[in-house]
Nanobody, 124 residues
Framework: QVQLVESGGGLVQAGGSLRLSCAAS????????MGWFRQAPGKEREFVAV????????TYADSVKGRFTISRNNANNTVYLQMYSLQPEDTAVYSC?????????????????WGQGTQVTVSS
């Protein structure tokens, strides 16, 4: 099991940028695929991005491709989500999640460990 703590959310105007961080506990961080997911009020949780344990592979939802970048630093057990050109439809609670089995999945149901989430609000 790994504990995850997100930070970096906030209020930003449309077109602005934010960088989310997710700090993980534990000594085996590099074994985990790490995903970012988001959930807007009244909507289902949706996939944003995933990065493999080594960091060599990344995949994005079509809605964020070209605007968001997921990265990780295994030396300090942190995964990041850099978000550019934010739009009001990006408003949601963003959560990071860890998959010990490194399945590199966009399916949130495969992730057992979750952070508490951080609110991102984009004003028009």
């Amino acid at each position: 099991q790994v504990q995850l703590v997100e930070s970096g959310g906030g209020l930003v105007q449309a077109g602005g940028s934010l960088r989310l961080s997710c700090a993980a506990s534990g000594r085996t961080f590099s074994r985990y695929s790490m995903g970012w997911f988001r959930q807007a009020p009244g909507k289902e949780r949706e996939f944003v991005a995933v990065i493999s344990g080594s960091g060599s592979s990344t995949t994005y939802a079509d809605s964020v491709k070209g605007r968001f970048t997921i990265s990780r630093n295994n030396a300090n057990n942190t995964v990041y989500l850099q978000m550019y050109s934010l739009q009001p439809e990006d408003t949601a609670v963003y959560s990071c999640a860890a998959d010990y089995f490194n399945r590199y999945s966009s399916n949130w149901r495969l992730y057992l460990d979750w952070g508490q989430g951080t609110q991102v609000t984009v004003s028009s």
